[in-house]
């Protein structure tokens, strides 16, 4: 209920009238009709009867946003385990997720500079590998919420007087009161992942803002105040080199084509702005025989929609090769499977709940039959 009433002001702060009408008057007032349920069920026990450190510092996480690790200081045994709990979401990135994992520790250790931020890292490789994926999973490690991440597209920061965008307009001038896109989300919420995204599009200027951000830890609005972003963790995405990355053979290191994607990337940026980054990070192409934990991890989402509903949806390893191979593009890498998953199993999964045919507490088999799939024994067929 915390959660939906957080998202609820979000949803209000930037605008998102829809999805604000769907909590106000739908999702809060059934968690409220269930916790009243809840509250007044009288088989349901407490189950602990002190209020102990955990749960006040998980009250005042929910209010400020501050991690609870954060506040316990509890998060030594998290971060000696950072690698596997990310690759739980990413796959096939296993340099990537080394070199953020030892950037991560080495600020928590206290062996970097504490006026910078946590750190700072330019993700270059082809689309649909898992740059974005990586940003959500470090939001949700970090700061306990993968919602905990503003993302700044800077194509839309091409032109030199969108600086003022950034930080806000200077008193006297259009919108001085609104802030800055990026100054007033970390001032709202200054533990969080921070995302720059296509940063090569950027005007020249614009670089000028992220030199102070890297280098001071702190950023002056417009209105004159001082934001601090020593407690983000700054990510820029790049598909300069894309094309190397993407051209790679299976079996083969980045690293073998690491000069020849730093020498695109020296060209297009200052050697100054190159220099405040904590890391340059490298992503593989994808590759088909990777697809099969890419398919569970977004099954593994699917199935979390269902769970109230008591739907099990159970899936044979044919069915999951049959997404597989249907979901990977050498180009695109794991990004067509999502569309794939829903039309070849949510969109007919909805039908057949809508027409009676899957009701609550089911388990729903779907398996392959030649080259078809089959969803609760009927052949799913969707018109390209």
Known sequence: LDQARGELERAMRDGKLDRAGQLQYEEIPALQALLEKAENDPSRGIKEEAVTEKHIASVVSRWTGIPVDKMLEGEREKLLEMEDTLRKRVVGQDDAVRSISNAVRRA???????????????FLGPTGVGKTELTKALAQFLFDDEQAMVRIDMSEFMEKHAVARLIGAPPGYV???????????VRRRPYQVV?????EKAHPDVFNVLLQVLDEGRLTDGQGRVVDFRNTLIILTSNLGGEILANQEPGHDSGEVRAQVMEIVRASFRPEFLNRLDETILFHRLHRDQMGKIVDIQLGRLEKLLFDRKIDLKLDDAAKD???????????????????????????LAMQILEGGIKDGDTVPVSTEASDLLLNGKKVEVVE
């Open 322 to 348: 049959w997404l597989a191979e249907k979901g990977y593009d050498p180009v695109y890498g794991a990004r067509p499977l999502k569309r794939v998953i829903q039309r070849y199993l949510q969109n007919p």
């Open 195 to 199: 995302l720059f995204d296509e940063v």
């Open 108 to 122: 928590r250790a206290g062996l970097q500079d504490p006026n910078r931020p946590i750190g700072s890292f330019l």
């Open 175 to 185: 919108d001085y009161e609104e802030g800055g896109s990026l100054t007033e989300a």
